[in-house]
């Protein structure tokens, strides 16, 4: 960013600002009918969105290389979102979207002024003789994982024409670009297009034939790579021997270039199989899976790693106590095509849930060991790591929670031994006071390394969280501190403060909100750092339904049974199957935990305003997960699932583990309304999660509200995935909308 004007520039931001805000006045005088009689104004339509104003002050002092935010200043930008929505009969319906930023902010965007970022128009009709679903604008390219996955601007069609076998098949065509925004856009820097035909199931399975075109002209290249990638896939769900399978494999070929080649022109092939399995007699389930791709075999929109094989074998087990154990074994050959790879083998046990089931312990033990060495011997090392984490009710609202981790690293090279443990305690305390409910947690983390028998460094950090709710007021408040005492002669003795704050309030249809950091580092030798961030925003959320949807009578008072059975129908009717979109948001408790009995979700642990399951919510996803609900007043508020990584260590491991949960839900709940993902993953995921330099968001609509995936920033610095059904989310690109209160 730069050449970028830090201060603002008062007669640029403010007009592109009235840009945005005229939007603001169109959008509240649909959103207020009454007031400002403009009822008939698109009767049939309904209109929903956002309008969010922001500003923010940096500063920083001292070492500045070490402050987490670089640019100085007072920052701001407005947000603005749009939405349209009819449905013409039960077979067709039109939405559309429209949504954007006037920015003023170094932290937001690359770009001032006004951006429009995203926008759609879909039009879906079933009831012709070849049913169709056009998208034009923003739409997400979910092809398979070795052609396509992808956000792109342009349009998709897909046909749905009853061909052979006397069933309906789904053809689609594609074509976009990457594009952030809609600003300079350009179809010779990265353009996708293609086709993908979709044979419905048979006896034999499922079959799909996708190709995909993509031409680019790479960063400090004057010429034009093109690229072309051909799929075969099948999928297949059986049942043969008491065991319940789904089979699936893709064969894809690469034809053309790519930026890492020195000669282009390259052919190249990839291929996955895998083998999900459960028992119908044993609470036994089972994946093998297996991809290998060339070195060659690089997909400009695919979501795997070149020159790469890789075998897995994952087992799982649950106990009637509702107790799990999954273990892994895994390989992989990386660089696996030159004449020096890198072989890396991996085997690890997990246990989850609850341990003890008459004082509720529940928690998880994990180990694995990992050996890698390079065929040279150049690289050779074996690694162990033990972590474990539990909680434990003590007392009437009183939570213990303790852990510890121990990762031991023997490089056989230099003969040198590398051990890291780690000992974390912490406690929380539930109140309710004047209507006030609230948590408080503090906790304590102890940690040292040891390298070839000597203590190198030793950490201690204490850290206290609160968080605070009263009807529309919402407080999450943290602090924590790092004290790093380096026991080498070339190390530094480091102090680091970290406190963060957020605070919200709700009314009608506006949110206000005050977010504040602070960042204090003190080395010892070196210079100190400080810096801070103070920030306020506005919120209008507006929703008016189309006339045909609004109550022509007055809504009548009815009991709690009656709405929670009204807000079930709303919600449409549920499946056998454990699914968190049946948990709608204004439900009755009662209601609630008869569906979930149903499920076989028993036995929470009950806090202020919070109940928690140990359970296997979703099947398909073998990692440990946690039901969250949050209720008031009876009336269910959200309801999340938390879903943890194995080991975030391991960046490889943590990214698959991430497609797989997402895969899971786009198989369920299909193409999301929105899809936010920035940023890599790395071994500084809690940083950039906290700086905003990583973002994962998807959404999709539900009857009731909104389900939103991804990685939220939360201020105890736990990195985990979140499914959250609720009535609304915070807005555009902020990462602070985790449950803080499930620990």
Partial sequence: MAGRQVLVSPHSFCTALLAGWLCMGVTLCWAEPVNLKLDNVLPDWSISGYNTYRADTFEHSGDTTASPYPNRGFQQFDDFNLNFSRQFSAYETV??????????????????????????????????????RMEFGDFFGNQTYRTLQRSLKGFQIELQPELFLGKRHSIQLFGGITNQNYRELNDEKDFFSGASWLIPETQLGLFSLTVVNNTTEPVNNNSKLSQTVYSMAWGKAAEYFQQKLEIEAEYALFNGDHSSGAEQHQKDEGFFAQLKGKSNNIPLTYRFRHERYGDDFRPNGSSITANQRSTEIHL??????????????????????????????????????????????????????????????????????????????????????????????????????????????????????????????????????????????????????????KGNHNLALSHNTLLQDSRSLTGNDTDTHQTSLNYSYSWNSHQFQIEGNYFDRNPIPGDDTHAYRIGVSWTYNFDRPARAARPAQP????????????????????????????????????????????????????????????????????????????????ELTKSVLAIEFDDLGDIDSTLQVYEEVRKVLFDRYGPPINRIEEGEFSSSLGADLRSGRFTRIIDWETKTGKLRFGIPFRTDGQVRMELIHASNFPTGENNFWSIEQLR
């Fill in 95 to 132: 939405n559309a979207q429209i949504s954007g930023t006037v920015d003023d902010s170094e932290y937001r965007t690359a770009k001032e002024g006004l951006i429009f970022e995203r926008g759609y128009l879909t039009w879906e009709k079933g009831d012709v003789g070849i049913p169709f």
């Fill in 316 to 469: 799982g087990w649950r106990f009637s106590t509702g107790l799990s154990v999954r273990g892994r074994l895994q390989t992989f050959r990386t660089n696996w095509e030159t004449i020096n790879p890198t072989d890396r083998d991996v085997a690890g046990l997990t246990l989850s849930g609850t341990f003890i089931p008459a004082i509720q312990l529940s928690g998880t033990v994990g180990s694995f060991v990992s050996d890698n060495e390079t065929r040279d011997d150049t690289t050779r090392s074996l690694t162990h790591s033990t972590n474990a984490s539990f909680s434990l009710p003590i007392v009437d609202h009183w939570v213990g929670r303790f852990g510890g981790l121990l990762t031991e690293v023997d490089n056989r090279v230099s003969g040198d031994t590398t051990v890291s443990r780690q000992i974390s305690v912490g406690v929380d305390h539930d109140f309710d006071i004047s209507g006030f409910i609230g948590s408080i947690s503090p906790s304590l983390v102890l940690r040292n390394t040891t390298i070839a028998g000597s203590v190198t460094t030793s950490d201690i950090s204490p850290a206290m969280s609160l968080y605070l709710t």
């Fill in 555 to 634: 809504v009548q008072q009815v009991s709690p049974e009656e709405r929670g059975a009204a807000v079930v129908e709303a919600s449409g009717s549920y499946n056998a199957v454990a699914n968190i979109a049946d948990l709608a948001p204004g439900m009755d408790m009662g209601v609630i935990q008869a569906r979930l009995e149903s499920w076989g979700i028993i036995d929470p642990l009950v806090r202020s305003g919070l109940s928690i399951y140990e359970t296997p919510f979703i099947e398909a996803i073998d990692h440990r997960q946690r039901l969250g609900l949050i209720s008031s007043n009876n």
